[in-house]
């Protein structure tokens, strides 16, 4: 299951979206603790169920990544208090919007960690942090505009990381900062590349589905989720 948590959702949707999933539904509301005989009852332990905020908010396509941007700087200018400019700086920049998305997910993150517990965190419930996967989004140069991932991976580094100087975030300090590496916050990437077979010969839809499995099974990474467990492309952050 592939979730995208609306943009605009509070804390209390995104927790009862988690309780809904870990415990099930009377039909109006989720379930709190594990309960016999639930009228909707919750998700299969065994289905993965992976998280983005919204969808694709760095995609200028979308009025929703204009609206990102928008909120970034009214943060900024509200006293910063995301350290979506960990320097300190009051001007949002390129870096600022990306930040936020960061910072989104890593919220979602640490409420459904909150209701579904240590152990089913990244085993099933998987946080992702989404973004354009080409144009060199992970390159390593701070400066360069299409760095969106390597800022991103750099703010949550260093603002909710181990070595981060912050104890609480947010306004009034109103969330307790756990200070882990990315990997508790983050099962991995999922980079927004795109597959297609045009012009293919296939003699049937279900022949196109297998010529497509073939092509991704043999294409770059960055057509699949990079799992922050495991990948080196991105041990440097984890």
Same mark, same amino acid.
């Given at each position: 299951v592939f979730l995208n948590v609306?943009?605009? %959702?509070?804390?209390q949707y995104v927790?009862?979206?988690?309780q809904t999933l870990r415990y099930?539904?009377?039909?109006?509301?989720?379930?709190?603790a594990p309960t016999a005989n639930p009228v909707y009852p919750p998700i299969r332990t065994d289905v993965p169920v992976y998280? !983005?905020?919204?969808? !694709?908010?760095?995609?200028?396509?979308y009025a929703s990544t204009q609206w990102n941007f928008n909120d970034a700087a009214a943060e900024l200018a509200a006293g910063n208090p995301w350290r979506l400019s960990p320097?300190?700086? @009051? %001007?949002v920049n390129w870096t600022t919007p990306h930040n936020r998305i960061m !910072?989104? /997910?890593?919220?979602?993150? +640490? /409420?459904?960690?909150?209701?579904? @517990?240590?152990?089913?965190?990244?085993?099933q419930y998987r946080p992702v942090y989404a973004l354009q996967g080409g144009y060199g989004s992970f390159q390593t140069n701070p400066v360069d505009v299409w760095t969106p991932g390597?800022? $991103? +991976?750099?703010?949550?580094?260093?603002?909710?990381? *181990? @070595?981060? *100087?912050?104890?609480?975030?947010? *306004?009034? @300090?109103?969330v307790i900062n756990p200070r882990q590496p990315p990997a508790y916050y983050l099962w991995g990437i999922s980079p927004a590349n795109y597959a297609g077979r045009p012009g293919s010969s296939a003699a049937s839809v279900d022949a196109w589905y297998v010529s497509l499995a073939? !092509? +991704? $099974?043999?294409t770059d990474s960055m057509m699949k989720f990079w799992n922050a467990a495991s990948s080196s492309t991105l041990s440097e952050w984890m």
């Open positions: 609306p943009m605009y %959702a509070s804390d927790t009862k979206l988690a099930g539904s009377d039909g109006v509301n989720p379930y709190t998280i !983005e905020w919204s969808n !694709e908010v760095w995609n200028y396509a320097a300190g700086g @009051g %001007a !910072e989104k /997910i890593i919220r979602i993150s +640490l /409420i459904f960690r909150s209701v579904v @517990g240590d152990s089913a965190m990244m085993a390597y800022a $991103a +991976l750099t703010y949550a580094n260093t603002v909710w990381g *181990p @070595g981060s *100087p912050y104890a609480t975030l947010g *306004p009034a @300090g109103a073939a !092509e +991704l $099974a043999t």
